[in-house]
Each structure stands twice: as C-alpha cells, then as structure tokens.
C-alpha cells in the first residue's frame, strides 16, 4: 500500500514535539503525519494550508503520511474548528468515530 503522493491539507493538529501531525485535505481525508524531517517547524501550526510529497500508508487503520516534504505553504490561519464530541466524552469516555478522527478536539472542565 505504501505509495509515494502529493497531498494538500490544512495542519488540524500536532504533538507538541511536533513529530506528529494531522492533515485534513478537501475531502475531509485525515492524514497522520509521522516524523516531520522535512517539515520546517514554523510552519507547523493549526490552521497553515500546506502541500506535502510523502510516502502514504496505513497504520492501525487510519491513513499515515511518514517522511513528508513541505512543497509549498498555501496559506495561513485559516479556521479549524473543533469537534464537539462532549456526549461521546461524558457517555462513553473518549470514543474516537471515523467522522472526528484527525480533527482538533478540544476537552472542557475536569478531566479524570
């Protein structure tokens, strides 16, 4: 499965050692990001639009881009907004679904 691609996604989320990154294309794809040599750490923040050549594959699942090379930065700021998963949260735990993987989430109030 792994193929070499070019993909151009808005950044939705990062570790805070940046190595791991989310990317969410026009469709609404995710895309985890594994190992940013080839990223410039400036450029990776919630919201810059960007456009990557990487090697594509699965891990667990769910896509993963590893070894990705910033072509180009598209644009900055643009709004990402955050998945309201707070029944998933108080129900089930945290319950990660097809529909918020690789979306920013943010968690309210007391977590235990």
Do not use: C, R
Not at 34 to 53: A, P, R
Not at 78 to 105: W, Y
């Amino acid at each position: 499965m792994d193929t070499q691609l070019i993909i151009k996604g808005i950044i939705t989320s990062y570790s805070d050692n940046k190595k791991y990154v989310t990317l969410v294309d026009a469709e609404g794809l995710s895309y985890y990001i594994y190992g940013n040599s080839g990223l410039t750490d400036s450029w990776i923040k919630v919201g810059n639009e960007v456009i990557v050549s990487a090697k594509k594959g699965l891990f667990k699942g769910l896509h993963q881009v590893t070894n990705p090379v910033l072509i180009e930065l598209v644009s900055t700021k643009n709004e990402v907004t955050a998945a309201d998963v707070t029944a998933d949260i108080t129900a089930n735990g945290l319950t990660v679904t097809p529909e918020n993987q690789g979306t920013l989430v943010t968690v309210a109030g007391t977590v235990k």
